[in-house]
């Protein structure tokens, strides 16, 4: 079938992508779903930095590709060999297809998946396949999902079913940010009831990650960045304490108001300084999360006798450390109940073809999720 789709032909153009358009709205084939495959009409898709990082060079990807991984729609035909869904079922696109059979995934966790990490590198789905084509020229998948596009084909690993009647916009939110933030929190870190926390950088992920902690039961929720509309929103989602990180003595500012440091610190926006702040703001005993995802040529260094002499801990949190099939239903449920207001953090809703003034406001730092609305 025809589709329009937002496809990537090269990488690191400049900015304003207004001007440069790095994207381009094509008209391409899309193959009929396969084995263990099912075809999908998107109905909202989130602009993600993940993306961004794509476009501007630090996350090299095979091109040309066609974007965008963070969305929900609606089945419209299954492949063969698809037993769990069906025409109509509403869905939520997850960023790591997992097979079931390798050796993280039999151990509870997916987001390892040693097999949908090799085909979202290559760009394919987790079988291998390619099913976008621009005549004869393969058109790569976007971690397996590429959700700009009026309809995608997926494998079923790559999507959790919805019973919850709730906007496509607000679902789309549940397939990155939500379950990478608030799953830094409660599975990665595994924060405690009465604890301290600190999130440095508040995009999508790091406004997640706090609003997990505030449901966690932290009793200080602290937030630092470097732009102030982003800082004032936090407060506005209950930050105990804000911060500039632009203040050059952001940490010994952090560590008075917290007598030392925090228990947890939370870096969420993929570039060395916010990390060098998250560790250093981090208490002796205490641990430290990323979820950023810097250009792999990006070294961070840290004192070495920290690790032994203050007993800190370091870890690394890709989607959120999560189970899709076990996490997105309950943080569904949160958010319904009030006690995850993760909607809050829609700022903008644009169409198809204006994606690339849509990855400029993304860029600027003071939106939290611009949603394409592909109807």
């Not at 358009?21 to 008209?27: N, Q, R, V, Y």
């Not at 004869?136 to 079913?161: D, R």
């Not at 009793?219 to 732009?227: K, L, S, T, Y």
């Amino acid at each position: 079938m025809k589709i329009r789709s937002a496809i990537l032909r090269s990488s690191g153009v400049t900015k304003p992508y207004a001007e440069s358009k790095p994207i381009h709205i094509e008209e391409i084939e899309l193959d009929a779903p396969q084995e263990g495959e099912v075809l999908i009409q998107i109905k909202a898709a989130s602009l993600c930095h993940s993306d961004l990082s794509v476009i501007n060079g630090s996350r090299p990807r095979p091109l040309p590709m066609a974007l965008g991984h963070e969305a929900a729609g609606i089945v419209k035909e299954v492949g063969p060999g698809v037993m769990n869904f069906k025409q109509g079922d509403k869905v939520i696109c997850v960023f790591v297809p997992s097979c079931g059979h390798c050796v993280p995934c039999a151990e509870g966790r997916p987001a390892l998946c040693e097999p949908g990490a090799k085909a979202n590198g290559d760009g394919t789905l987790i079988g291998g396949g390619v099913r976008l084509h621009a005549g004869t020229e393969k058109i790569g998948h976007h971690v397996g999902v590429s959700a700009f596009s009026e309809y995608a084909v997926v494998s079923q690993n790559s999507l959790v079913k919805v019973e919850e009647d709730l906007p496509f916009e607000k679902l789309a939110l549940f397939g990155c940010a939500v379950i990478t933030g608030v799953g830094a929190v409660v599975n990665t870190a595994k924060v405690q009831l009465g604890k301290t926390v600190a999130v440095v950088g508040l995009g999508g992920i790091g406004l997640s990650a706090l609003l997990g902690a505030i449901a966690a039961g932290a009793r200080e929720v602290i937030a630092i960045d470097i732009n102030e509309k982003k800082l004032q929103q936090a407060k506005e989602l209950g930050a105990t304490a804000v911060f500039n990180s632009k203040d050059a003595d952001v940490v010994a500012q952090v560590k008075a108001y917290t007598n030392g440091g925090v228990d947890y610190a939370f870096e969420t926006a993929g570039v060395v300084p916010a990390m060098e702040v998250a560790y250093a703001i981090t208490k002796r005993g205490g641990t430290t999360t990323t979820t950023g995802l810097p250009h792999p040529e990006h070294q961070f260094s840290f004192p070495y006798v920290t690790l032994t002499a203050e007993e800190k801990t370091l870890k690394g949190s890709y989607i959120g450390s999560c189970v899709p099939l076990r996490d997105i239903p309950h943080y569904l449920h949160m958010m319904k109940t009030g006690k995850l207001p993760v909607d809050q953090l829609l700022s903008n809703i644009i169409t198809l073809d204006e994606i690339n003034e849509g990855f400029d406001l993304l860029a600027t730092g003071d939106n939290s999720r611009i949603i394409i609305k592909m109807d």
